[in-house]
């Protein structure tokens, strides 16, 4: 089978890998895996109960950290590396699976402490694994990904705060993945929504094209400003932290609430209790890669029935298992714009 690896000191490769290789623990080397028939014990850790034909992966911010060897996100060397998988059943050890179902399957660890999409088969738990909804074609459960998912998880925390008539939205990295998705569930929801990109002049169109009212530049936020400003927001998506995070809190009207899921700009977050005690502002985590079952499905099912699949296509580009190893430095950078999916054995 097919897999990129990575490896501590050793840039990413498309290899050949065995399935016991997939099925072991991640971080106890290559002995009995890679290119031989050794192995096919279980493995603990690294091990699970479903196995997987993976048809497509997608391309993430993490993944792309992961291609480069970030130790804080691939966690165990060898590792595969992808955060997301969809494909079919092969086996199955869960009552809630048979061989054939077509399953989705992000974060819990793939990519990160277990091996993850980017191969042509996947060892993985049931606990996390979700059945494609209908009306979703696999292609397009990879084009909502992790970064789709995560959209979702956010619009989901807002509506429990804020409802349409209240006032705009602002989307933060809003041209990258999480940005995009977030952008046209919201504006297909009703919201109005004003996108914060530093690609104005490149991606206003197609952020436009997506349900956005507004577009503002990134530079508007990025600065660090007062900790309460003149109110803009009724609620936000942010995906990029650091300063932004800071300036969408200063700007967001009383009893707003931000989602907060990335840190594209940075991991800091320079502000003070200035917006919660003065405006009750709320200040929301997100959290994919842990999310218990029952949120998954429920995410899940909101996006089968509330992402318009049309701009879902609209924002998605394709790419082979070979390429996707060139596409990590960019997205790291920035460049890549919506969603890339990573065609496996689809
Ligand atoms: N909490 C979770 O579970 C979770 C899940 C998924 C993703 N995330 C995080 O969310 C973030 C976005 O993920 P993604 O997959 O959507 O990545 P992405 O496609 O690369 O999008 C990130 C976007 O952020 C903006 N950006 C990049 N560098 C920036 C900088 N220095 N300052 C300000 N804005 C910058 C860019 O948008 P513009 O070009 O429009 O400015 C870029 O397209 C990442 O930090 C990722 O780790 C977290």
Request: aromatic share 4%.
């Amino acid at each position: 089978m097919r897999a990129v690896v990575v490896e501590r000191d050793r840039p990413a490769s498309v290899e050949e890998v065995d399935e016991a290789f997939l099925r072991g623990p991640a971080d106890v080397g290559a002995e009995g895996g890679r290119g031989d028939d050794g192995g096919g014990d279980d493995g603990g850790e690294g091990g699970g109960e479903v196995v997987v034909d993976v048809a497509w992966s997608s391309l993430n911010y993490k993944d792309g950290m992961a291609l480069a060897g970030d130790r804080g996100v691939a966690r165990v060397s060898p590792l595969v590396p992808g955060i997301d998988l969809v494909g079919t059943v092969a086996t199955s050890a869960s009552s809630r699976f048979a061989p054939g179902d077509l399953v989705v399957l992000n974060g819990a660890g793939l990519g990160e402490t277990r091996h993850g999409g980017f191969a042509e088969r996947a060892v993985v738990d049931a606990g996390s694994l979700v059945a494609v909804p209908a009306g979703i074609s696999p292609r397009q459960a990879a084009a909502v990904g992790t970064a789709g998912f995560t959209a979702m998880l956010s619009v989901l925390r807002l509506e429990r705060d804020v409802r349409p008539d209240d006032g705009e939205i602002v989307v933060t990295g809003a041209a990258g993945g999480v940005g995009s998705v977030a952008i046209a569930l919201l504006s297909g929801l009703g919201y109005s929504v004003t996108a914060s990109s530093g690609r104005v002049d490149e991606q206003g169109d197609y952020l436009l094209s997506l349900g956005a009212t507004t577009v503002v530049d990134r530079a508007e936020l990025a600065e660090a400003g007062k900790p309460v400003q003149r109110p803009r927001w009724a609620g936000g998506v942010d995906s990029v932290g650091s300063t932004t995070l800071a300036s969408v809190l200063a700007q967001t009207s009383w009893g707003g609430t931000v989602a907060a899921c990335g840190l594209a700009q940075g991991a800091d977050l320079p502000t003070t209790v200035i917006p919660f005690i003065l405006r009750a502002v709320t200040l929301a985590g997100v959290n994919s890669v842990d999310a218990p079952l029952a949120l998954r499905r429920e995410a899940w099912g909101r996006l089968a029935t509330d992402l318009d699949l049309g701009l879902l296509d609209s924002m998605t580009v394709e790419v082979d298992l070979d390429d996707v190893i060139a596409e990590g430095p960019r997205i790291v950078a920035g460049q890549v714009r919506g969603r890339t999916v990573v065609r496996v054995g689809g």
